[in-house]
């Protein structure tokens, strides 16, 4: 199994001896900084960082020689269904948030994104997009490639496994034997080969229950730094500090513009 990146330092030295070029590598530097943005302090229920989820599956993609802009999106691919874009809107996505991502990135990237959040990707969606593969365009079956390596990342350090049952039952591996099929079906035998193996290394490997979902989630959660959440004593405390700086502003201006008046001077002889 081909060891994968985890970090964007990672990635950037793979794609760059890989023999991207500096403008494609700030292409996906680029999309890197939004991930940033995006998913700040948000992590998987086995406790991994969100954003090294996201890093690993763009370094699948480039390991498949994927174009710059798939990486680009494969760094962002769960933008719309995970991403915090700062309470704009319900969670998923919308045409206020692609046209935040879109003065970001190229428009491109953007529809890989887009696309990718709109495939249904389910046990009975898997059959239907392997049986009919051949009719879809460039695009789609770049945004399934793209699906395929999040599934391929899912399972690289059984990471999937360390999600909990929640996790195994919606990526179950059912399906596993035609998503190898579809990586064939689209010209690329090592990630067929690397799914494979992938898929059993998780079937047969033994996770002791304690190690399993430590966040007690079955999904991905927001972990607010307490630097970053107003406790009610801390409010109260910047709430009447501002407002005694307040009324302190006001005496002194009060006192110099009585200081200013003809009654003032008169007062202070």
Same mark, same amino acid.
């Given at each position: 199994?081909?060891?994968?990146?985890?970090?964007?330092?990672?990635?950037?030295?793979?794609?760059?001896?890989?023999?991207?070029?500096?403008?494609?590598?700030?292409?996906?530097?680029?999309? *890197?900084?939004?991930?940033?943005?995006?998913?700040?302090?948000?992590?998987?229920?086995?406790?991994?960082?969100?954003?090294?989820?996201?890093?690993?599956?763009?370094?699948?993609?480039?390991?498949?020689?994927?174009?710059?802009?798939?990486?680009?999106?494969?760094?962002?691919? %769960?933008?719309?269904?995970?991403?915090?874009?700062?309470?704009?809107?319900?969670? /998923? $996505?919308?045409?206020?948030?692609? #046209?935040?991502?879109?003065?970001? $990135?190229?428009?491109?990237?953007?529809?890989?994104? !887009?696309?990718?959040?709109?495939?249904?990707? =389910? %046990?009975? =969606?898997?059959?239907?997009?392997?049986?009919?593969?051949?009719?879809?365009?460039? $695009?789609?079956?770049?945004?399934?490639?793209?699906?395929?390596?999040?599934?391929?990342?899912?399972?690289?350090?059984? /990471?999937?496994?360390?999600?909990?049952?929640?996790?195994?039952?919606?990526?179950?591996?059912?399906? /596993?034997?035609?998503?190898?099929? $579809?990586?064939?079906?689209?010209?690329?035998?090592?990630?067929?080969? #690397?799914? #494979?193996?992938?898929?059993?290394?998780?079937?047969?490997?033994?996770?002791?229950? #304690?190690?399993?979902?430590?966040?007690?989630?079955? *999904?991905?959660?927001?972990?607010?730094?307490?630097?970053?959440?107003?406790?009610?004593?801390?409010?109260? *405390?910047?709430?009447?500090?501002? =407002?005694?700086?307040?009324?302190?502003?006001? !005496?002194?201006?009060?006192?110099? %513009?009585? /200081?200013?008046?003809?009654?003032?001077?008169?007062?202070?002889?």
């Amino acid at each position: 199994m081909h060891s994968y990146a985890q970090t964007n330092i990672q990635l950037l030295n793979q794609l760059r001896q890989n023999g991207y070029s500096t403008s494609e590598l700030l292409c996906i530097a680029n999309a *890197y900084g939004l991930a940033m943005q995006l998913f700040t302090g948000r992590f998987r229920p086995s406790g991994k960082p969100f954003t090294a989820h996201l890093v690993g599956t763009a370094s699948i993609l480039g390991h498949l020689h994927a174009s710059s802009e798939l990486i680009a999106a494969g760094l962002l691919h %769960a933008a719309y269904s995970h991403g915090d874009f700062g309470g704009i809107g319900k969670r /998923g $996505i919308s045409v206020v948030k692609r #046209e935040q991502v879109k003065r970001v $990135i190229d428009e491109k990237i953007e529809e890989y994104i !887009a696309r990718y959040t709109a495939l249904l990707w =389910t %046990a009975d =969606t898997i059959p239907a997009i392997h049986n009919h593969l051949y009719k879809l365009d460039d $695009i789609d079956r770049n945004v399934v490639l793209m699906r395929l390596a999040n599934e391929l990342e899912e399972r690289l350090d059984l /990471g999937i496994l360390y999600c909990g049952d929640f996790k195994q039952q919606q990526y179950s591996d059912r399906d /596993g034997h035609l998503m190898i099929e $579809i990586a064939q079906q689209l010209g690329f035998p090592v990630l067929a080969t #690397e799914l #494979e193996q992938a898929f059993s290394d998780t079937a047969s490997a033994k996770l002791s229950a #304690e190690l399993s979902n430590p966040t007690g989630l079955g *999904y991905s959660t927001l972990v607010t730094p307490n630097s970053c959440q107003r406790k009610p004593l801390v409010f109260f *405390y910047h709430t009447l500090t501002q =407002t005694i700086e307040y009324w302190k502003s006001c !005496a002194v201006n009060f006192k110099a %513009a009585l /200081g200013r008046s003809p009654h003032g001077s008169l007062a202070r002889d």
